[in-house]
């Protein structure tokens, strides 16, 4: 099965997962699971907008970072840039944080609230270089402009 073809299987078992939950840490641990089972990635969470930080949500893979700054590595670049960061090597991200020397390419979504703030955002990361693209990308903002109806619209 191509990539194409899993993420429209994956938006309709999201959408399905998650119709009607308002229990945010559930939705975000079950759509963690499910993108992570689909996808066959290496980590996959969510990290919650926590004043000028971000902190570890729920999650699929390896121990990871607890703490990450505004604007520091790739997740709090996404969220300064309000926009999608994809990073084909890692190692060639300025001020990349290793939470595992396993992680090679990385793409994070951030995840907005009615209010059109960042509230947390989708960080996965693959063991192999050049894992993402705008497949990946198109596919994962309409998986997290579904959670976010779900659990932050209000």
Same mark, same amino acid.
């Given at each position: 099965?191509?990539k194409?073809e899993?993420?429209?299987?994956?938006?309709?078992?999201?959408?399905?997962?998650? /119709?009607?939950?308002?229990?945010?840490? %559930?939705?975000? /641990?079950?759509?963690?699971?499910?993108?992570h $089972?689909?996808?066959v990635f290496?980590?996959t969470g969510?990290?919650?907008?926590?004043?000028?930080?971000l902190i570890?949500?729920p999650?699929?893979?390896?121990?990871?970072?607890y703490?990450?700054?505004?604007?520091? %590595?790739?997740c709090g670049? /996404?969220?300064?840039?309000r926009?999608?960061v994809?990073?084909?090597?890692?190692?060639?991200?300025? %001020?990349?944080? +290793?939470c595992?020397s396993?992680s090679r390419?990385?793409?994070v979504?951030?995840?907005?609230? /009615?209010?059109?703030?960042?509230v947390?955002?989708?960080d996965?990361?693959?063991? $192999?270089?050049a894992?993402?693209?705008?497949?990946?990308?198109?596919?994962l903002?309409?998986?997290?402009?579904?959670? +976010?109806?779900?659990v932050?619209?209000?």
């Amino acid at each position: 099965m191509e990539k194409k073809e899993k993420y429209e299987l994956l938006l309709q078992q999201v959408e399905s997962l998650i /119709a009607g939950e308002t229990n945010k840490v %559930g939705v975000l /641990a079950n759509v963690s699971a499910a993108i992570h $089972e689909a996808m066959v990635f290496f980590w996959t969470g969510f990290y919650l907008v926590n004043d000028d930080e971000l902190i570890l949500g729920p999650f699929q893979g390896s121990v990871a970072c607890y703490h990450i700054p505004y604007n520091k %590595g790739v997740c709090g670049t /996404a969220w300064a840039r309000r926009q999608t960061v994809v990073v084909p090597d890692v190692e060639e991200f300025p %001020g990349h944080i +290793a939470c595992s020397s396993l992680s090679r390419s990385e793409i994070v979504v951030p995840v907005f609230n /009615a209010s059109n703030e960042v509230v947390a955002v989708l960080d996965i990361d693959s063991k $192999e270089l050049a894992t993402f693209d705008e497949v990946d990308q198109y596919y994962l903002e309409r998986i997290v402009q579904i959670v +976010a109806l779900s659990v932050y619209s209000e």
